[in-house]
């Protein structure tokens, strides 16, 4: 019908088509338009810049390595101290503690002992301790036979061998083992600036752990009285052989002053020559009178006078008698000897005898201090806190011991993956 509207002219897409497309003369669907894009709200640029890109992640997953690290996590860590937990609190034996304390004391010095001084020193005094004797005999193995053979230690720790593996001994130890073991089960502290020494001993039993105690105890006692006795022997020997000495320097000194006077037959050489001055002093006295009556007769004038020869010759003998009895002082006497040799002699003879006098009452006093040191204990052990006898068990200290065991194995264990992995990143 020619009335009819005409046709609606077809929607030219946005787009151009393809050129193959137009070419190839197949039809084309007709396009729809595309949805216009929904707008986004506005982002403040200074927010846009500090928004990182976000890269995508993908799932973890559980790799080789993670697995190897896991089971040797395990089987060094877990198992282990489970293992060592088990033990602890399955298979290890109680133990009892006993404490006791003790140290050494001295005599407190007075009297005659303290006036003397360094007598005493000569006697055998001594001012060091005994506490670390003490304390190493507390741990050397002649006290673990003497504990030994009074406390049967292998037949009382041996008990529980072989269930308790760790803290048992085994049957058949020798001293060495034994030895070893007792640095286990007896713990020693001692402290040098006090002297105390503190004792805990460990047994299966309360009774047995005090009674071990008690024989250290009682043993170190023991050694102190033998060092006090050895102390004391010593002391006398030394003393009697020094009075032994000073009694012969003595002796000899009064014999060679009694050889002297026999030699001499001088008994005194000072009170000799003391007596010989004075006769030269009377000589010379009767020399100056003779000499005035030799001057009055001269004076009177009287050259005829009997008295003035016998008056000359009285003085010429005075005076040859002064000069024999000086030339005696320094020539010598009769027996050939000079009175200043005589004298040095002498005095040196006297010398010897008054120090071998004083030395011999020295040792003297010296051996009286020393029997007096021996009749009587010098040095003892005073026990201020006795072996006690334990209630309940404090050992093994099982949580110590699997706390410290679990931090070994994880320490360990931390320290041999760092270095496997740095090995094997520098591979």
């Keep these: 019908m020619n009335d009819a509207s005409p046709p609606t002219p077809p929607v030219v897409p946005a787009h151009p088509k393809p050129a193959g497309d137009a070419a190839g003369g197949k039809p084309q669907s007709q396009p729809t338009a595309p949805k216009p894009p929904v707008p986004k709200p506005a982002t403040p640029q200074s927010q846009q810049d500090q928004e990182p890109l976000r890269p995508t992640v993908r799932a973890a997953h559980m790799k080789r390595r993670h697995r190897g690290l896991i089971l040797t996590f395990v089987l060094w860590v877990i198992i282990p101290f489970c293992a060592v937990a088990f033990y602890l609190t399955a298979v290890a034996t109680d133990q009892y503690s006993s404490v006791a304390g003790f140290t050494e004391r001295q005599e407190e010095q007075g009297g005659a002992a303290g006036l003397l001084g360094g007598l005493a020193q000569i006697a055998g005094g001594q001012t060091s301790s005994y506490g670390s004797v003490l304390y190493e005999f507390v741990l050397s193995q002649s006290l673990i036979r003497k504990v030994e053979n009074q406390?049967?230690?292998?037949?009382?720790?041996?008990?529980?061998?072989?269930?308790?593996?760790?803290?048992?001994?085994?049957p058949d130890a020798s001293i060495e083992d034994l030895e070893s073991y007792w640095q286990r089960i007896v713990q020693v502290s001692y402290d040098q600036g006090t002297g105390l020494i503190e004792l805990r001993v460990l047994a299966f039993t309360p009774d047995k752990a005090q009674e071990i105690a008690e024989i250290i105890i009682r043993e170190s006692q023991d050694m102190i009285n033998a060092l006090n006795e050895q102390s004391r022997s010593d002391a006398m020997r030394y003393a009697r052989g020094d009075l032994d000495e000073a009694v012969s320097r003595?002796?000899?000194a009064r014999e060679a002053l009694t050889e002297f006077r026999t030699r001499t037959q001088i008994v005194d050489p000072q009170s000799d020559l003391q007596g010989r001055m004075g006769v030269v002093n009377n000589l010379q006295q009767q020399l100056a009178s003779a000499?005035?009556?030799?001057?009055?007769?001269?004076?009177?004038?009287?050259?005829?006078d009997p008295r003035m020869q016998p008056a000359r010759q009285k003085i010429e003998v005075i005076r040859k008698r002064i000069t024999e009895e000086r030339d005696s002082f320094s020539q010598g006497n009769e027996l050939g000897a000079a009175?200043?040799?005589?004298?040095?002699?002498?005095?040196?003879?006297?010398?010897?005898?008054e120090f071998a006098e004083e030395t011999y009452r020295a040792t003297l006093a010296a051996l009286g201090i020393a029997r007096t040191k021996a009749s009587r204990q010098s040095r003892y052990l005073s026990t201020y806190v006795e072996p006690t006898l334990a209630e309940t068990s404090e050992y093994p200290q099982r949580l110590l011991i699997g706390g410290l065991a679990g931090l070994f194995l994880l320490l360990s264990w931390s320290v041999i993956v760092l270095i496997y992995y740095s090995i094997r990143d520098r591979a």
């Design 339 to 353: 009175y200043p040799g005589l004298l040095a002699e002498y005095e040196g003879l006297i010398v010897e005898r």
């Design 151 to 170: 406390a049967e230690l292998r037949k009382h720790y041996s008990q529980y061998w072989p269930d308790d593996i760790i803290f048992a001994l085994t």
């Design 250 to 252: 003595l002796k000899q």
């Design 291 to 304: 000499l005035i009556e030799l001057d009055l007769l001269i004076e009177s004038n009287n050259t005829s």
